[in-house]
Nanobody, 116 residues
Framework: QVQLVESGGGLVQAGGSLRLSCAASGNINNINAMGWYRQAPGKQRELVAAIAFGGSANYADSVKGRFTISRDNAKNTVYLQMNSLKPEDTAVYYC??????????WGQGTQVTVST
C-alpha cells in the first residue's frame, strides 16, 4: 500500500505564494509519476501539474508560468510551488500517485484559499 501525506495549504491573499508538499511512503516502487490535482466546490477534479520519474513535467494551462512542480527523490517528496495566486486557484489540492497510466493513490487533500 502507498500513503501520500500533503501539507502546506492555507489562506493567502491574491498575488501571494504557497508551497505544498507531498510525502510518499509504503510500496512506492510501482509509482511512475506524482502530481497535484485540485477540486473547487461544484467542479470536477482537475490536473494541476504532474512530474514523471523520468523527469518530465506538465502543467494545466491555467497555472503555467505561476506554479512549479519538483521532487526530492531522497525524501520521496513532491512539491508544488504556487506563485501569483489568484482567487480562482481556491480549491482542495490532492496529491496523486500514478502507476502505469492510472492515478491509483491519493492523499487526504489540503485546502488552499486565495482571498481578494
Amino acid at each position: 500500500q502507498v500513503q501520500l501525506v500533503e501539507s502546506g495549504g492555507g489562506l493567502v491573499q491574491a498575488g501571494g505564494s504557497l508551497r505544498l508538499s507531498c510525502a510518499a511512503s509504503g510500496n512506492i516502487n510501482n509509482i511512475n509519476a506524482m502530481g497535484w490535482y485540485r477540486q473547487a466546490p461544484g467542479k470536477q477534479r482537475e490536473l494541476v501539474a504532474a512530474i514523471a520519474f523520468g523527469g518530465s513535467a506538465n502543467y494545466a494551462d491555467s497555472v503555467k508560468g505561476r506554479f512549479t512542480i519538483s521532487r526530492d527523490n531522497a525524501k520521496n517528496t513532491v512539491y508544488l510551488q504556487m506563485n501569483s495566486l489568484k482567487p480562482e486557484d481556491t480549491a482542495v489540492y490532492y496529491c496523486g500517485g500514478r502507476t502505469r497510466l492510472t492515478w491509483n493513490y491519493w492523499g487526504q487533500g489540503t485546502q488552499v484559499t486565495v482571498s481578494t
